[in-house]
């Protein structure tokens, strides 16, 4: 199993950058791909999931209305696209397989994820202010 992301840089806030998570070495219709960060210091969370056969999609606060996530099962690969970046938004990002994903909390809305597998090592992504 091989998870390679690619398309980080640096840009400018306010700006767009769209990664990519390459897959390999399993069946990629069967499971949930998930894009994750983590900022110098910081703990790594979660930013968004798709499921398997990108059926659902799901976003963290932060990045709801900014990010998307998307997938092309035919090239085995999965998509973060980003925009109106911002200096918070500056980390490591890593897509992984996640068994869970889905909303969850009393209002429904919370990102929830769980059972991470198969880590990428990870593309930087810089935005200045």
């Known amino acids: 199993v091989q998870l390679v992301e690619s398309g980080g840089g640096t840009v400018q806030a306010g700006g767009s950058l769209k990664l990519s998570c390459a897959a390999s070495?399993?069946?990629?219709?069967?499971?949930?791909i998930g894009w994750f960060r983590q900022a110098p210091g910081k703990d790594r969370e979660g930013v968004s999931c798709?499921?398997?056969?990108?059926?659902?999609?799901y976003y963290a606060d932060a990045v709801k209305g900014r990010f998307t996530i998307s997938s092309d099962n035919a090239k085995n690969t999965a998509y973060l696209q980003m925009h109106n970046l911002k200096p918070e938004d500056s980390a490591v990002y890593y897509c992984?397989?996640?068994?869970?994903?889905?909303?969850?909390?009393?209002?429904?809305?919370?990102?929830?994820?769980?059972?991470?597998?198969?880590w990428g090592k990870g593309t930087l992504v810089t935005v200045s202010s």
């Open positions: 798709i499921s398997s056969r990108a059926t659902n999609t």
């Open positions: 070495g399993f069946t990629f219709d069967d499971y949930n």
């Open positions: 992984a397989v996640v068994i869970v994903c889905s909303y969850s909390g009393s209002s429904g809305d919370e990102f929830y994820y769980s059972g991470m597998d198969y």
